[in-house]
């Protein structure tokens, strides 16, 4: 299985930036699609962005035009640019991969262990 290892969380004040990273330990066909989910105190993880092979990224839709996801020249590590941060942004970030997408966006093949952002007012 995979492994993927977040870095690049902290704290910002509003309207700030940050950049996570997500190194994977291998890039094959089970982690096609690599992407971030999020997870606040007390809610559910939601899906924030995927990318496949430099193709477009997929975005939710509280994320676009604020986030940028991309992948270095080596396809085995996955960036997440966050601009414009807003303290609802607050969550740990996780990193995810799966053969596709859409299997990024509903089922992951594979987790991170997470990283925390925390965005104050």
């Known amino acids: 299985q995979v492994q993927l290892v977040e870095s690049g969380g902290g704290l910002v004040q509003a309207g700030g930036s940050l950049r996570l990273s997500c190194a994977a330990s291998?890039?094959?066909?089970?982690?096609?699609?690599m992407g971030w989910f999020r997870q606040a105190p007390g809610k559910e993880r939601e899906f924030v962005a995927a990318i496949t092979y430099s193709t477009w990224g997929y975005y939710a839709d509280s994320v676009k035009g604020r986030f940028t996801i991309s992948e270095d020249s080596a396809k085995t590590t996955v960036h997440l640019q966050m601009n414009s941060l807003k303290p609802e942004d607050t969550a740990v970030y996780y990193c995810?991969?799966?053969?596709?997408?859409?299997?990024?966006?509903?089922?992951?093949?594979?987790w991170g262990q997470g990283t925390q952002v925390t965005v104050s007012s």
């Open positions: 995810a991969a799966g053969p596709s997408i859409s299997t990024v966006q509903k089922a992951p093949s594979s």
């Open positions: 291998e890039r094959t066909l089970r982690n096609n699609a």
